[in-house]
């Protein structure tokens, strides 16, 4: 068991390394002209809703968009109003990459390895150096996954099993993500892992919706800490996204078993969709529901922060 715990870990490693080596090729573009792109499509909810899903593909990061945010509000260019759009649409961005693992692309990972590797390390064209760190980290991505996967078939055998456990208590899984997002600062990783247990049967897809919720109220730490550094439309920001998330959880959780019988009957075949899809319709519906209620959300937000 020990050994398939390490080959486990060993598939995690190689993920992040994708993620890192992804997001290193992606984040092309500085913070002053996403936070251009941004101050021009902020007074307009649809457009920021747009404009914050597109750079979030692009960073692959919605903590990262929401910290630009925050940090804009600190030298007051953005207010919390001009903000929501950009959250709301990061937050739908952020779910697109695990959509693409769902896909079983792990067939074409030694050639986007062995492609990216050779446009990453010449060093005479730029513009095929970062077409080679995007190929080398999807790459490495799906070997991640694959290893993770091949290694949690053996640890059904040992009876490493979790669906005994404690995150059978959906507090607990909520617990669970927000630690996990805290500690690797990144939803996608845990979204990843539990597409594996539940693929694996080591893990239920309803135990796995708690941590989801959790996963997304988890990765709003970032930008809470950057906000005490901030003015008061810093701080509005920052609380404007993790209320997003904590609402959603409020409303789905009752809803988790529902939930999870939905997603089985929209993917009855393909688990790595079903957790994939959860992650997706969180956000699209906790947009969905909190978009109507944004000039109530506004008011509180205002009054917590101004007393």
Known sequence: MIISLIYFATGIVVFIWGIFTLTRGLQVFSQQKISQIINNFANNLLKSIIIGFFITLILQSSSMVTVIAVTMAGVQLLTLKSAAGIIIGSNIGTTIAVQL????????????????????????????????????????????????????TPLKTFKFDLTNSNLSNPFIGILTGIITALVLQSSNIGIATLQVLVS?????????????????????????????ASNKEGKKIALFNIFLNIVGTIIFLPFTNFFSEFLKILSPYNTFRQVANAHTLFNVFSALLIIPLLKQIFAIIESLVNK
């Not at 995007?134 to 993770?148: A, E, Q, R, S, T």
């Not at 897809?205 to 730490?221: D, F, H, K, M, R």
């Open 200 to 228: 694996s049967q080591l893990l239920t897809l309803s135990q796995a919706l708690p941590i989801i919720y959790g996963l997304n109220i988890g990765t709003c730490s970032e930008a809470i800490i950057l906000s005490f």
């Open 101 to 152: 693992y769902a896909f079983n692309l792990f067939k074409i990972a030694p050639y986007l390895v062995f492609i990216g590797s050779v446009l990453h390390f010449q060093n005479h064209n730029v513009k095929l150096k970062f077409i080679g760190n995007i190929l080398l980290g999807f790459g490495l991505v799906f070997y991640g996954l694959k290893i993770m996967e091949l290694a949690a």
